[in-house]
């Protein structure tokens, strides 16, 4: 698993780490059972505070997405098919708000808009 910090970002470490990893979940990269490195190795390897990771990992437990048990680690969960739709429509969701706002700035109509839409889903 491969995790990168932006240090400049506005977004806090943990947020930034939450976020990965549950991606990393919803895409099957990281797969039921498998385990996640422990609080203070990922740290040393990020470079970062145990009690960022800590809190990162706490948020995924308290989200459902990793189990953690005292002594042994954190392990992934199963992913419900259900959440794993709404996470990749919500991402599409974000993906398509920038474009549009983009869209809005370059002056390009909402009609402009939607036949280019039209255009990218008939050629896809």
């Known amino acids: 698993m491969k995790l990168i910090i932006q240090h ?11 976020e990965q990893i549950k ?8 797969k039921e059972n498998d385990p996640l490195p422990s609080v203070r190795s990922l740290a ?11 809190k990162a990992y706490d948020a995924l437990d308290q989200e459902g997405m990793i189990a953690t048990v005292h002594g042994k680690g954190s392990f992934v969960r199963a992913i419900n098919p259900t959440l794993k739709r709404e996470e990749q429509l919500k991402a599409t969701q974000e993906e398509l708000e920038v474009i549009v706002n983009k869209a809005r700035l370059a002056g390009i109509s909402d009609e402009d808009l939607q036949e280019l839409f039209t255009i990218v889903l008939e050629e896809s």
């Not at 400049?8 to 939450?18: A, G, N």
């Not at 991606?23 to 990281?30: K, R």
């Open 44 to 54: 040393k390897e990020l470079k970062i505070s145990a009690l960022t990771v800590k």
């Open 8 to 18: 400049s970002s506005m977004t806090p470490i943990y947020e930034q780490l939450v």
């Open 23 to 30: 991606a990393a979940i919803i895409q099957g990269t990281l």
